[in-house]
């Protein structure tokens, strides 16, 4: 069955620092989404996009963050200069179409020491 | 309070046991989903549910919703310690502009004792 794949798997920053997570979605989704996941609360929606632009984002999602899809297939969320409150899990998803279940990667954790 | 509430928020059975999940929420939607997630993994869609659908089942799965009170219910027949998770409703609204973003729920924490 076809997969959502992230990496890293567990990536361990300094504050302020740059990162990148990257996400391979599958091929035929239309729909592309971040989440996060800080330990031991609900899973929050940052930004969603679609045809090769942003639909959506939430108050979450500042300046600090970014998304792009570089090569047109991989997708990949930038945070620019990392602060503590940025620990977390995040996760990108794909949809096929509006109405379907989604397809969650197993998540990039983020640690911000 | 949030959309996507669940109830309990944790539970603990035998296992042959069933369990059952609540959720609620604010808004108007298009459907509701349940995911689950094991300890530090990925959410794994488990069943979708229209808006104007009133149950569906999917293997030990059932799923209610009830869009007059704007809840939902998780039922799963016959656990097994395997079902041992995380579980999550998640909503998309029924709007134009939301392209299908999911707002999750708290999660019940679900154990089953072998």
């Known amino acids: 069955e076809p997969e959502v794949t992230q990496t890293p798997s567990h990536q361990v920053t300094q504050m302020g620092q740059e990162v990148i997570l990257r996400c391979v979605p599958i091929s035929n989704h239309l729909y592309f989404y971040w989440y996060r996941q800080i330990l031991g609360q609900k899973v929050e929606f940052l930004v969603s996009?679609?045809?090769?632009?942003?639909?959506?984002k939430s108050e979450i999602f500042d300046d600090q963050f970014s998304v792009e899809r570089p090569d047109g297939s991989n997708f990949t969320l930038k945070i620019r200069s990392t602060k503590l409150e940025d620990s977390a899990m995040y996760f990108c998803?794909?949809?096929?179409?509006?109405?379907?279940?989604?397809?969650f990667g197993s998540g990039t954790r983020l640690t911000v020491v | 309070s949030q959309q996507g509430e669940e109830d309990p928020q944790a539970l603990s059975i035998q296992e042959g046991e069933n369990a059952t999940m609540n959720c609620s929420y604010k808004t108007s939607i298009n459907n509701l989903q349940w995911y689950r997630q094991n300890s530090g993994r990925g959410l794994v869609h488990l069943i979708l549910i229209r808006s104007n659908e009133r149950e569906k089942h999917s293997g030990r799965l059932r799923v209610t919703l009830d869009t007059s009170k704007k809840s939902s219910s998780l039922l799963i027949t016959a656990s097994r310690a395997a079902d041992t998770a995380s579980y999550f409703c998640a909503t998309v609204s029924d709007g134009g502009t939301s392209y299908g973003k999911l707002t999750f729920g708290q999660g019940t924490i679900l154990t089953v004792h072998p």
């Open positions: 996009f679609y045809n090769n632009e942003i639909s959506e």
């Open positions: 998803a794909g949809l096929e179409d509006r109405g379907h279940g989604y397809t």
